[in-house]
């Protein structure tokens, strides 16, 4: 890991305490799920990574409905329908 990735992870961890982070929620109706992936320390970053995460969730053939960009602090990294009621 070189100085740059170090820094990074460092930015990213401080916003996360923060509550800052950046997190990409990702909605599908088949299955019906919910999912976060993150964090990232700015839109910019989220947006590049946001294509590789629809792909990899539609060779899953997951259709995906929405896709937001939130700063929150997610319990868990996918919600399945049936705990969707919870939250």
């Known amino acids: ?7 990074k992870e ?9 509550r800052l ?3 990409v929620e990702i909605v599908t109706e088949q299955p019906q799920c919910t999912y976060y992936f993150g ?5 910019k970053s989220a947006q590049k990574a946001v294509l590789g995460y ?3 969730l ?9 896709v937001t960009f939130k700063r929150v602090q997610p319990r868990h990294l996918t919600i ?8």
């Open 1 to 7: 890991m070189n100085l740059s990735e170090i820094l």
């Open 10 to 18: 460092s930015v990213v961890s401080i916003l996360e305490q923060l």
């Open 21 to 23: 982070a950046l997190w």
């Open 39 to 43: 964090p990232f320390a700015c839109a």
């Open 54 to 56: 629809i792909e990899d």
């Open 58 to 66: 539609k060779q899953e053939s997951a259709q995906v409905s929405a």
């Open 80 to 87: 399945e329908s049936d705990e969707l009621r919870e939250f």
